[in-house]
């Protein structure tokens, strides 16, 4: 009877120094102590937060609550990017082609013009790099590629098109918006509907300003400007120092392009550019392609059409296409999303991974393959995230901090690490953390991508501490009554004590 009460005992033991705060190493208490100090202090400790500290070998420095679900906001984003890395090479792109349905007729095609998206977002203006002075670095005009495309069709004779010109978004699924996005959303940039075809991050630019005196209407154009996207102006302009709340009251009839503003501008006040959605890109990028076509000459004869019917031009599409264009590569689309947290590129890419390694381009497919991805090859445990879209978006992702971190270890290790990570912003660099950590030890030292909503702030990625030594981290906050600069900063002294701690050893 005497050896199994033996055996229990030191079972009992080894528990008690497993859990026991002085079994972790010497620097890791402190670094706790210092922690929980900084996060049980006003205003902070009524938050419920989630933090997972790992060192360069995996193991675990720091945690609280690493193990609870959180709302990540655009810390999502770093689960597409990072499945998209691993699985896709840096080069890989996508084509958008025009296919004529009905023949070509010498200088005539007789029938629709068919142009053809397979989910590039890259029809935009913006940067790819952090270095704007790089050759190719960054694109100034949206039109660009489907000039291209028109200069394709003038060199091969074709003059006239007798049908319509139909954008044709059926590489994707028809659901074009999630079910789980909030209503004023749908309104702006960052929520745009999600098709096979994109346009100018499938929204117009309001430009607006004081009109030319006070009590004259606000000033308000788009660009582009295709014409048929009507706006209705009833705002006013007030004096000097006065209220301007346009960017808050711009309206739009559902499902339709009728537009109004409501709302006062102060006379002193400058330009500035607001980026309202548009219902349907599809129609909105084959509405960009007419404009250039009639540029270079090339009369349609017929209306602007959209479809995400894939049955609709499949005989077209099974011929040659009449031009052809290639998107940019796949490093440029992980830029965007982490670097300028770009919330169109992520939900495309994520019905891209459904298309490339599901059954389909959509939400559904797309977030089966990541769960495959995070279970299977970086063993998260699948109870620690629920995942529902791609940019952080929906408030009804979850994922707990210590999952996250994980999957960041997983990419530090990966073969196709620098794909990931050239697109995470870094402290003091062009990105959302350009004026985080400036200032600091940590300044240029830290590549993380941040997430901010109403239920939430969040900062997960890498602390460089030497040359070849870091730190990974993901730190997530909920339940806050705190502004949210407040959290930003609480939440940057964190990892810069992480920082102090660890390069102090």
Known sequence: MTEPRRGLGWSVALVWVALCPTALPLHAQKLGAKLDARLDAPPFRSTIWGVAVLDQNGRSLYARNADRLFIPASNTKLVVSAVAAALLPPSWTVKTSLYAAGPVDGSTLRGDLVLYGRGDPTFSQRCYATDSTLAGACETDPFARLRVLADSLKARGIRTVTGDIVGDGSYFEPRMVHPSWEAFDLNWWYAAPVSGLDFNDNSINIIWGPGPAEDAPAAIRFEPSLGEISLENRTRTVAAGGVTDIADRIFREPGTLRLWAEGTVAIDKPQRTDYFALPDPNWFAARAMRQVLNEQ???????????????????????????????????????????????????????????????????????????????????????????????????????????????????????????????????????????????????????????????????????????????????????????????????????VEIGRSMTKR
């Open 297 to 495: 000459g090339i009369a349609v004869l017929g209306q602007v059409r959209s479809t995400t019917d894939s049955m609709k031009y499949l005989a077209a599409r099974n011929t040659a296409p009449l031009a052809e264009v290639a998107s940019r590569p796949l490093k440029d689309w992980i830029f965007a999303i982490l670097n300028t947290s770009q919330n169109l590129f992520a939900e495309m890419l994520l019905k891209q991974l459904g298309r490339q390694f599901g059954k389909a381009g959509s939400w559904d497919e797309g977030l089966m393959v990541e769960q495959r991805f995070l279970v299977d090859s970086v063993k998260v445990d699948s109870t620690q995230f629920r995942l529902v879209d791609g940019s952080g978006l929906s408030s009804q992702n979850l994922i707990a901090p210590g999952a996250l971190a994980k999957i960041l270890q997983y990419m530090r290790r990966h073969p196709r690490f620098e794909t990931f990570s050239a697109g995470l912003p870094r402290s003091g660099l062009p990105g959302t953390l350009r004026t985080r950590f400036v200032g600091t030890p940590l300044e240029g030292k830290v590549w993380a991508k941040t997430g901010t909503t109403s239920l939430g702030s969040t900062l997960s990625g890498f602390i460089e501490l030497a040359p070849g030594k870091w730190a990974t981290f993901s730190i997530q906050s909920n339940h806050y009554t705190a502004t949210n600069g407040v959290m930003k900063d609480g939440i940057d002294s964190v990892v």
